[in-house]
């Protein structure tokens, strides 16, 4: 049985006109082949799934207005935590503050070291080159008012974030 997987997320065109516009783009596409050979011969399983999100200036379903985005990096054994209110800046010197979040991603730029995601809507392990991605709509809570990634290796590591929602 073999099997091939690619899966691509774009985060793509996201621009901002000072305190005006913030708009933006989520593209998944997930190509899968799946090939078995056995003595009654071949089968083979075909996927080709893609799915476009469009993000547009505002508040209301679908809109952004916040974005933040960062390369960090986490000590050995260490962790990072980034705090969905007032505690990150972006690109331009402002203070960030979500009160929704619409979407998530995570690289990790370390190609040896596995680094843990936890928050109060996912905990997940990011491979050496992998990353996580999560859209959707998830509101600043108790339970999620923060993440954590955590280096539980020797050595520093180091991972590219971007988060974009609402304030």
């Not at 011969?41 to 080709?48: K, L, M, Y």
């Not at 962790?79 to 009160?99: K, P, R, Y």
């Not at 190609?111 to 928050?119: E, F, I």
């Not at 008012?145 to 290796?153: A, F, H, Y």
Request: charged residues 15%.
């Amino acid at each position: 049985m073999k099997l091939k997987l690619f899966c691509l997320f774009v985060l793509c065109a996201l621009s901002c006109a000072l305190y005006a516009e913030l708009n933006g783009t989520i593209e998944y596409r997930i190509t899968s082949e799946l090939t078995s050979y056995n003595t009654s011969g071949s089968a083979i399983d075909r996927v080709n799934i893609s799915s476009i999100n469009r993000f547009i200036t505002g508040e209301t379903h679908g809109a952004i207005d916040t974005v933040y985005r960062g390369e960090r990096t986490i000590a050995s054994s260490g962790s990072d935590v980034l705090g969905m209110v007032g505690s990150l800046t972006n690109a331009i010197g402002e203070t960030v503050s979500f009160a929704t979040v619409k979407a998530v991603f995570v690289e990790n730029r370390n190609g040896t070291q596995t680094l843990t995601l936890s928050s109060g809507i996912a905990t997940t392990s990011i491979l050496p080159y992998g990353s996580f991605s999560l859209v959707g709509s998830y509101p600043i809570s108790t339970n999620f008012d923060r993440m954590t990634l955590t280096n539980s290796n020797s050595g520093s590591t180091t991972y590219r974030i971007w988060i974009v929602g609402t304030r």
